[in-house]
């Protein structure tokens, strides 16, 4: 029953913000993690950013300065807040979380569906 909700993706100019929200709900026991990837048409998943349940963060080289993954614990919510965005940064992002659901399981990934992001020049 664990869902990823997804929103904030849509069009925006070159230069411009967009912010990005992801909530984990149904029964959780435990959040490892939570993170943003993304994927353009032709190439491979990448991670863009991902904060683990302490704060740590971790950015891929190619966002660093302009984005900023931060999260609300009380509501299993995490944000990217992406600044000067440029065309390449045109992909469809998923959302993340590595989850401990019970006392008894193991930390496993779930996936949200996707939301596009799309960067015009």
């Known amino acids: 029953q664990v869902q990823l909700a997804e929103s904030g993706g849509g069009l925006v100019q070159a230069g411009g913000s967009l912010t990005l929200s992801c909530a984990a709900s149904?029964?959780?026991?435990?959040?490892?993690?939570m993170g943003w990837y993304r994927q353009a048409p032709g190439k491979q998943r990448e991670l863009v950013a991902a904060i683990t349940s302490g704060g740590s963060t971790n950015y891929a080289d190619s966002v660093k300065g302009r984005f900023t993954i931060s999260r609300d614990n009380a509501k299993n919510t995490v944000y990217l807040k992406m600044n000067s965005l440029k065309s390449e940064d045109t992909a469809v992002y998923y959302c993340?979380?590595?989850?401990?659901?019970?006392?008894?399981?193991?930390?496993?990934?779930?996936w949200g569906q996707g939301t596009q992001v799309t960067v015009s020049s």
């Open positions: 149904g029964r959780i026991f435990s959040i490892k993690s």
């Open positions: 993340n979380a590595d989850l401990q659901l019970t006392l008894w399981s193991s930390t496993r990934g779930y």
